[in-house]
């Protein structure tokens, strides 16, 4: 039986039976079936719980006249996203904030999650910022076949039709990588940043921590960026006009 968070516990003691169900009628065993629901995923379930909470609570409070401390605050986050898309992507760039933005908070609160003693960073699991990965790729060859249509593929056959045969193969490798690049660089720093504080908290559990933490709540805002910026990159280079 692995190590189970006490979030991780509770998920398990309630929902383990149908968990194990589904994974079987798709024809996957779990290699604990009390325990199908791993650290990692319960994780994203109590980020995806808090964030939709948050989301419903500045929903229910917007105002123009007195906005309160939370509405600044995500309208902060959403003018910074929407004014580097708009330096990187262009004046078109408005339609790709609700997309990017989504996926900065959870992968922010992801990577904050782990300084609360009794949970850990889901984003230190390779599966996770795998996952974050996956959805960047899918969403910005989509934008680019939404924005050029079919001609969206000339981009992978490079601007001299002689070189197409070499190209395709290297522009497929390229942004395949990226997918990989995505997911090591958040992975890595997170695993890194949960085990020194790990290690630091055993050590000396007073005072001394208390620098570490503010390390990983740098590290965690950093790499949260980062994996935006990147994103919107990558975005950029699908729905330029040159396409």
């Known amino acids: 039986m692995p190590e189970q968070l006490w979030f991780t516990e509770v998920l398990n003691r309630l929902f383990a039976g149908p968990v194990t169900s589904v994974l079987h009628a798709l024809h996957l065993s779990p290699k604990y079936p009390t325990a199908p629901i791993t650290n990692s995923f ?21 105002s123009v006249d007195s906005p309160g401390a939370l509405q600044h605050a995500f309208e902060g986050v959403e003018g910074f996203i929407q004014g580097q898309s708009d330096e990187i992507i262009g004046h078109h760039s408005e339609g790709y904030t609700p997309f990017l933005a989504s996926l900065g908070f959870f992968i922010l609160f992801c990577n904050l999650i782990g300084v609360i003693p009794g949970l850990e960073s889901p984003t230190a699991v390779p599966i996770v910022p795998l996952g974050c990965a996956i959805c960047a790729f899918v969403y910005y060859q989509m934008q680019g076949f939404k924005h050029a249509g079919v001609g969206y593929l000339k981009h992978f056959a490079g601007p001299i039709p002689a070189l197409s045969p070499l190209m395709i193969p290297i522009e497929l490798i390229s942004h395949l990588a990226r997918v990989l690049s995505l997911t090591i660089r958040l992975t890595a720093n997170m695993f890194a940043g949960d085990m020194v504080t790990w290690v630091f908290f055993s050590l000396i559990p007073i005072g001394v921590p208390i620098v570490f933490l503010g390390l990983h709540i740098g590290v965690s805002l950093l790499q949260t960026y980062i994996f935006i910026l990147l994103t919107t990159v990558y975005l950029q280079g699908a729905v330029s006009e040159e396409h």
Request: proline content about 0%; glycine content about 0%.
């Open 42 to 62: 319960a994780m994203e379930v109590l980020v995806f719980s808090f964030l939709l909470i948050m989301f419903l609570l500045v929903r229910s409070r917007l």
